[in-house]
């Protein structure tokens, strides 16, 4: 039974909030599903930290519960204040109302969009709308709600004065691959825009400084400059078009934290200082805090009351004052627990400084693992007490945002003890290298613990299959295998082995040794090095001195490269600076752009890494991972792990979830994933770029309006009705509202009606209330008073539509049109046939256009599917270059137009911004039709033809259509400035070609005659 949760592990919807989770047990998942959602807890157990001198020993932390940490110095438990509060935010977001929302307008707005939009391509997951709804309600709702939310200020107020004495932080937990840049870059325009339209207000500001630890991800956090081409806010749609222009008012500063360290002023040898000095007082050469402040954010400057935002945040904490020294550290794990807390220390007395000299506002910390490291002087492992949100990973795999780590078995591993393999580190660990490259040069890959080799070939087997699978597809970047090492040695003999090597002989001459697995190799088969390498060695000496950079590399890919400066051109305007291009940033843009098809890293298939994999590099083509190194702590187990969660695919399938996909892992020693589980390779799914194909097609690119509403000028005359077979309103089980409904006419006290009241109502009395409804909801004056002088009329015309087009099936009666929503549906389909012949005298309908963005165009389409159903257009006929198939129907039209001689060029309405608004019953809608077609009809000017292509037809489908009609296509055309517009719909598949045909002959006739 626990293996269903490897075959089926998605419970819940990434948009909605989730409602089941996985049992565990020990850190194993039971295959039990709980009802309910997982609370904030840890869900992995945290190997006991090492004694310290002068303190208590410290319990282990039990998997299933958040106690047992604390000591005297130490009284932080703070699982039960994420729940607690999660519960506050869980019954404020439930609030119908904004007005209670107890937030500003700005926000309230930012909210409901957040959580209602139709976006285009991928919207804000759940986990990252709530983490800013935390935010939010700790900055602008807890204040406002007296004790109860005082008590979790006070907490956020306590945990701060104890390790960040000065500093404001809240962390922010969500999974990696979760989308935390998504919610900085919501943070960062929450915050803008109220501080733009509110600028007196303290709870908000326009100056942000983001910190990130390492150059990486500096690099990739670019896309939260609004003036960045690929940034967040206008590609993903995260805000309002109409806000965009005070987002532009920002001042954001990105950098890493190492830059936050005070230098030297001057080069200056020991000696000259000592010239200089004298007998003097010790000189001083650092920058002071304000030449730090100048060169790091120059921009912020003159600002107050400044944002800070940490990625990657459990790199910045303040060693725990008076903490002793920690017993047992010895070799590596002694120098990462001193490296841990020089950076730590780096970072957080930058913050500090910032703080002295600009004022900060807040410092929110995003990180999937918030936890304090080896050395902080708190117990390993300690979740940052000011954590007040929680999205673990377990959580992410039950909403299926990220991949699923599982331990396959491969053929070639040998003996049936497959945990060895799990711990891999355990069993190779004294016969690995301990120092760096620089001082083991003469280590032999060939001799690399043959555990090691099993578990490389092990793991390559299952790869290899993996790579023939994702060929067949004809995916075009192939899957990317990691392999994590302890140190640079490490890392080199087991990149010789992967890749190919040189070796030298007694006489000084080179043979080289071809790589021990073959989809890795460097060389060819005459030991030629190959022209594209397919295995990348990364650690920190390597991009310092730009090693792996050779200048056959930068001539191979020197088209990539030229593209690489063009974009720095358009990004910073700085031409000097990409003619000037250094191998590190080179190198960079590789491990960047793997699995990117025609960019620099599209070719690698291995990387073979010490620390640059560890966070900051994410690519969705990793589908291995291999550790060879000590894991000390289940954090650093998911960092490493967390390098391949990111999925491939975000197209939800029918059930409106996604699809499970899987990371592979040997040599990690994630505690859910400990038992081994058979698991052949995954068939993949390509993913492709559907975009406009510019400018090569640029003369086939279509525009229209982009319509928000439509005016008209309702009769004051006698009232007629013509209705048609879209008229008429079939009642069944499908559209039957609930058993309980309130009822109120124009006067009188509201009753509660039951089914049996219903099947009681007389008809005149049901076209009383038609009429009602009609005159209080759809018939009002400039002044927005009923037309009661109406009202008999629209009881006459009322009493005709239920003789004609109601239609009572499967047990239904009329007396339910007194639901709310079955009333609203007919009154606008009465409503309809009143204005359909008065629309085309004097009173045209006009259509509203979208102040911000009035026209939509093909040339804006540009996004990444992997659906199988597509149609690779004629280049002839449409300016984007794939069509993605909903169904069969519509390849067979695509086929159809493009045969067609009189169609001029035509385009899918998906991911293009070509909606029509619609009512049906009391609910306004969004309608996307499915094509635009171009047709010549011999008119000067050519028809745009909206086609909707429907099997089945449901009342909504009968809503759109007359919509269409009666509003769209009239209100358009009588605009005047977006040409001539017509609808058609298709309803029978095997008549589509003649229909279609008939209708463009029907077109031309018009034209003749």
């Known amino acids: 039974m626990a293996n269903e949760f490897f075959v089926r592990p998605i419970l819940n919807s990434p948009y909605e909030y989730p409602l089941k989770h996985w049992e565990l047990d020990e850190g194993q998942p039971t295959g039990h599903v709980i009802e309910s959602r997982r609370r904030a807890e840890y869900i992995t157990p945290i190997p006991k930290p090492k004694k310290v001198r002068g303190l208590a020993t410290q319990k282990m932390l039990p998997l299933d519960e958040g106690k047992g940490l604390s000591d005297q110095q130490q009284q932080y438990d703070p699982t039960p204040i994420i729940n607690e509060l999660r519960r506050q935010v869980d019954q404020w977001r439930e609030m119908p109302n904004p007005n209670d929302w107890l937030v500003t307008p700005e926000t309230a707005r930012l909210l409901s969009y957040w959580r209602h939009h139709h976006f285009s391509d991928i919207r804000p997951f759940f986990c990252q709308v709530e983490a800013v709804e935390t935010a939010i309600w700790l900055t602008e709702v807890a204040p406002k709600m007296g004790k109860a939310g005082k008590r979790f200020l006070d907490y956020l107020a306590n945990a701060n004065n104890d390790a960040n004495p000065g500093l404001m932080r809240l962390a922010l937990k969500l999974a990696t691959g979760a989308g935390k840049t998504t919610v900085m870059a919501m943070i960062i325009a929450w915050q803008t825009v109220n501080a733009v339209r509110t600028p007196g207000s303290k709870k908000f500001t326009r100056g942000f400084l983001v910190v990130t630890p390492g150059i990486t991800i500096k690099d990739r956090l670019r896309v939260l400059q609004p003036n960045d081409p690929d940034n967040y806010y206008r590609n993903r749609e995260l805000i309002p078009g109409d806000m965009l222009v005070d987002l532009e008012r920002a001042k954001i500063v990105i950098t890493n934290y190492h830059a936050l360290m005070l230098r030297e002023r001057m080069d200056i040898s020991k000696g000259g200082r000592s010239l200089l000095q004298g007998r003097g007082p010790a000189i001083s050469t650092l920058e002071t805090e304000g030449q730090m402040i100048q060169r790091v954010m120059p921009d912020l400057m003159g600002m107050k009351n400044i944002m800070v935002i940490n990625d990657e945040a459990h790199h910045c904490y303040r060693e725990r004052p008076g903490s002793a020294e920690i017993e047992d550290l010895k070799g590596e794990d002694k120098d990462e627990a001193k490296s841990n807390n020089e950076a730590a220390r780096v970072w957080i007395s930058g913050l500090e400084m910032v703080g002295r000299k600009l004022g900060l506002n807040r410092v929110f910390d995003l990180s ?228 990117k098809e025609g960019t620099l890293g599209a070719s690698i298939r291995c990387v073979v890494s010490v620390s640059m994999l560890t966070e900051g590099w994410d690519a969705s083509n990793v589908t291995h991972v291999l550790g060879v190194r000590a894991f000390g702590t289940q954090l650093l187990c998911e960092q490493v792990i967390g390098r391949a969660l990111r999925r491939q695919s975000y197209d939800v399938n029918e059930d409106g979830r996604f699809n499970v996909e899987y990371a592979d892992v040997l040599g990690v020693p994630f505690d859910f994933t400990a038992k081994p589980v058979v698991a052949p390779p995954q068939k993949p799914r390509e993913t492709v770029q559907v975009k406009a194909v510019r400018p090569d097609r640029d003369h086939l690119e279509i525009t229209f309006p982009r319509v928000m509403g439509y005016r008209t000028e309702l009769p004051e005359e006698r009232l007629t009705a013509k209705f048609n077979k879209d008229s008429i309103l079939e009642l069944n089980q499908d559209l039957v509202g609930p058993s309980i409904t309130e009822n109120s006419g124009i006067i009188g006290e509201s009753v509660n009606l039951t089914l049996e009241d219903l099947e009681k109502v007389r008809p005149s009395t049901i076209a009383y209330e038609l009429a009602s409804h009609l005159v209080l909801n759809k018939w009002r004056d400039s002044d927005e008073e009923p037309k009661l002088y109406l009202f008999g009329q629209l009881k006459r015309i009322a009493k005709q539509w239920m003789d004609e087009c109601l239609v009572c099936a499967d047990g239904t009666y009329p007396g339910m049109l007194r639901y709310h929503d079955l009333k609203d549906t007919a009154c606008e389909r009465i409503t309809k046939g009143i204005m359909d012949p008065l629309l085309v005298g004097d009173r045209p309908v006009k259509a509203i256009l979208d102040p911000y963005n009035p026209t939509g165009s093909t040339r804006h389409v540009n996004f990444r599917t992997s659906k199988t159903e597509r149609w690779q257009t004629s280049p002839n006929h449409c300016h984007i270059n794939w069509v993605v198939l909903d169904s069969s129907w519509e390849g067979q039209f695509c086929r159809v137009v493009e045969g067609h001689p009189q169609v001029k060029a035509y385009v899918k309405n998906h991911n293009l911004g070509f909606d029509v608004p619609y009512r049906f019953g009391a609910e306004n809608r969004i309608y996307r039709p499915d094509f635009i077609v171009i047709i010549d009809d011999g008119r000067p000017d050519p028809l745009n033809l909206v086609v909707e292509i429907k099997g089945y037809r449901g009342e909504d489908t009968k809503e759109k259509k007359s919509t269409m009609e009666t509003y769209w296509v009239p209100g358009v055309n009588n605009l005047g400035s977006y040409g001539r517009w017509a609808f058609a719909e298709f309803t029978e598949i095997f008549k589509l070609e003649s229909d279609f045909r008939k209708l463009i002959d029907s077109f031309t006739a018009q034209q003749a005659a």
Not at 440 to 448: A, F, Q, R, T, V
Not at 556 to 578: L, Q, V
């Open 368 to 595: 999937a693992t918030p936890f304090f490291l080896r050395g902080s002087g708190y117990a390993e492992g300690t979740l940052f007490p000011w954590t007040m949100n929680d999205f673990s990973l377990m959580d992410a795999i039950e909403c299926g945002i990220v991949k699923l780590p599982r331990v396959p078995v491969a053929d070639d591993v040998p003996g049936e003890d497959m945990p060895r393999l799990r711990n891999l580190w355990a069993h190779i660990g004294k016969d690995m290298p301990k120092k760096n490259r620089s001082k083991s040069k003469s280590l032999d890959p060939l001799k690399i613990p043959p555990m090691l080799q099993n578990a490389l070939q092990a793991l390559y087997g299952h790869y290899e299959r993996t790579f023939n699978l994702w060929q067949e597809a004809g995916i075009a970047s192939p899957p990317c295998f990691i392999v994590v090492c302890s140190n640079t040695a490490s890392s080199k003999l087991v990149y010789d082995f992967i890749s190919g090597f040189q070796r030298q002989n007694k006489d000084g001459s080179f043979t080289i040794q071809n790589g021990q697995l073959k989809l890795f190799r460097n060389f060819d088969e005459s030991g030629n090095p190959l022209p594209k390498p397919r295995t990348l060695l990364i650690d920190s000496e390597q991009l310092e001195s730009g090693e792996a950079l050779k200048d056959d590399f930068r001539e191979t890919f020197k088209d990539e490269i030229e593209r690489f400066r063009r974009e720095i051109i358009e990004r910073t305007g700085n031409r000097n600076g990409a003619d000037n291009l250094s191998d590190q940033e080179l190198l960079r843009e590789v491990m960047n752009t793997v699995g």
